[in-house]
């Protein structure tokens, strides 16, 4: 037996906006990572805690 039609299901409003909020959400988190991973070291030693900058990497 095949199936020659394709019936398309679209997602309700409220679902559309949650998804893209979730997206959203992550992604800002994720540039988030990036400006603070990059900027620890500096500021770590800028601070004089460049020895205590693996445990902050790590939590």
Request: charged share 15%; glycine share 4%.
């Amino acid at each position: 037996m095949t199936v020659t039609a394709h019936t398309q299901r679209s997602l309700s409003p409220h679902l559309r906006r949650l998804f893209a909020s979730l997206i959203l959400s992550m992604v800002f988190a994720e540039l988030d990572q990036r400006i603070v991973n990059t900027s620890l070291p500096r500021t770590a030693s800028d601070l004089g805690g460049l020895s205590h900058l693996s445990l902050v990497e790590t939590a």
